[in-house]
């Protein structure tokens, strides 16, 4: 198994998962430059890149940021001005194509990417595809309802490939 940490921020959640098991690899991924260069070599047990998690591949200019890399957007953020001293080229990634030597292998995948997360989702359509997700924990915070997709069309789109879908609430579980 395989562990994806998408929106790594300093790396509480990759931590947990160490102290509970031995994954073969965990593989996180964060966009702020501020905070990959903080944890970039703090974590020998996870590999830490420096990328987002996308529906596609690309290098975009992203604005520096120093909101405590909470609420970090990457569409809300895009520098379509290219301000060199107030930006950073970043690259954005799916994990189809990150994970394509691991296709015997089966994921967990946590994204927490400040709205993007349908987006980093719909990029991994060949995973979804092959049944190599055990287990996906995303969020869905309420300043982001402007920006990304309805609740229900994520449901939509993973009941699409055969996978039952939990809501964590705060006292309960409901499928």
Same mark, same amino acid.
């Given at each position: 198994?395989?562990?994806?940490?998408?929106?790594?921020?300093?790396?509480?959640?990759?931590?947990?998962?160490?102290?509970?098991?031995?994954?073969?690899?965990?593989?996180?991924?964060?966009?702020?430059?501020?905070?990959?260069?903080?944890?970039? =070599?703090?974590? !020998? /047990?996870?590999?830490? @890149?420096?990328?987002?998690?996308?529906? $596609?591949? &690309?290098? #975009?200019?992203?604005?520096?940021?120093?909101?405590?890399?909470?609420?970090?957007?990457?569409?809300?953020?895009?520098?379509?001005?290219?301000?060199?001293?107030?930006?950073?080229?970043?690259?954005?990634?799916?994990?189809?194509?990150?994970?394509?030597? =691991?296709?015997? !292998? /089966?994921?967990?995948? @946590?994204?927490?990417?400040?709205?993007? $997360?349908? &987006?980093? #989702?719909?990029?991994?359509?060949?995973?979804?595809?092959?049944?190599?997700?055990?287990?996906?924990?995303?969020?869905?915070?309420?300043?982001?309802?402007?920006?990304?997709?309805?609740?229900?069309?994520?449901?939509?789109?993973?009941?699409?490939?055969? =996978?039952?879908?939990?809501?964590?609430?705060?006292?309960?579980?409901?499928?």
């Amino acid at each position: 198994i395989i562990i994806i940490d998408g929106g790594f921020n300093h790396g509480r959640w990759s931590n947990h998962i160490l102290k509970m098991s031995t994954p073969e690899h965990i593989i996180a991924y964060e966009l702020s430059k501020q905070t990959y260069n903080k944890n970039k =070599y703090k974590y !020998k /047990k996870i590999n830490l @890149k420096h990328c987002g998690l996308y529906n $596609e591949n &690309k290098v #975009i200019k992203l604005k520096n940021t120093y909101c405590n890399d909470q609420g970090y957007n990457i569409d809300n953020n895009i520098d379509n001005n290219i301000d060199n001293n107030n930006s950073f080229d970043v690259k954005l990634v799916t994990l189809d194509d990150e994970l394509i030597n =691991y296709y015997d !292998k /089966k994921f967990i995948v @946590k994204i927490d990417i400040e709205g993007a $997360e349908f &987006k980093a #989702i719909t990029g991994m359509q060949k995973i979804l595809n092959n049944k190599q997700l055990l287990i996906l924990q995303w969020e869905i915070h309420n300043e982001h309802k402007k920006i990304i997709p309805s609740l229900k069309t994520f449901v939509d789109y993973l009941s699409s490939f055969g =996978y039952f879908i939990f809501i964590l609430g705060h006292e309960n579980l409901l499928r």
